[in-house]
């Protein structure tokens, strides 16, 4: 996989390519479909299939104290667009030029004079352009004018609603992993660095890595049933708390994930934590020895779910 940013030549052989446009945060369903179908579109022609994402997400720039609402990190869209097969990813640096370019610049300096793209395809309510003043009929009537032929893939439904990323961040909200992972296709993970903490789970035989949450969305506070993916590839099943641990003070907001039958150092290693079910609310403890009791009816839900 390539990774292209929007400030600088693109390479020649990757010019005449079929770009997927869209923010693509989480590459669920219907973000698949988009990008699907851009790549069937570029293997057909025998051409480059290049994704193209928003880093920093547009709503960042509208909205500086917007909540965190990320279902994925750069570095992820990069790795599931590859999965899927795309040939490079390129990164729209969001910023005062880029707010500022009508539908027509986008099309013209962008999509054509800078990608070389032939083909564009999006999400059929795909909006661009200051004032959001370009969408899929745009990118078909001034394209054509251009030399850049669209398509617009329509939305992607299921259990009747249409897949999309607010729908998982709602799911994700309220604890509802099983519907998010349907709806993504796998289960959603945040991804960092293992720092160093107070290290007191290691004194109750209960020892944590700890995750900074970063600009990722802050799914329901409270206990999970986990994986863990190692930086060697291997996958360790877990119970993982997120949240600002009541019984604490002062409070403090982390992802700590406890591995089942693991004692290796994961300090400065990053590592992946994906979340599959929702056990309970965090809670305040009178005590450790309540503590340490319900961590280990936790981590014996949690080996059960995950079994």
Known sequence: MIRLNS???VPAHLRGGIV????????????????GEAIRWAKAEGRPAIVATFDPHPVRYFVLDSAPFRLTTLAQREELFAAAGADAILVIHF????????AQDWIEQGLVGHLGAVGV?????FTFGKGRSGNPQVLAEHGATVGLRAKAVGAVTL??????SSRIRNALKSGDCETASRLLTRPFAI??????????????????????????LRPRYGIYAVTG??????ILKGAANIGIRPTFDPPKELLEPHFFDFSGDLYGQEIEVAFHHFLRPEAKY??????VAQIARDCEEARRLLA
């Open 7 to 9: 400030l600088e030549p």
């Open 20 to 35: 997927a446009l869209g923010n693509f945060d989480g590459f669920h369903l219907g973000h698949q479909a988009v990008v």
């Open 95 to 102: 910023g005062a030029d880029v707010a500022g370019m009508t």
């Open 121 to 125: 395809v999006t999400g059929d309510d």
């Open 159 to 164: 259990a009747g609603e249409a897949v999309s």
């Open 191 to 216: 991804r960092g660095l293992v720092q160093h903490g107070d290290k007191l789970g290691r004194t109750i035989n209960f020892p944590t890595a700890n995750l900074d949450i970063g600009t990722y």
């Open 229 to 234: 993916r190692l930086p060697d590839g291997r």
């Open 286 to 291: 009178d005590g450790l020895d309540a503590l």
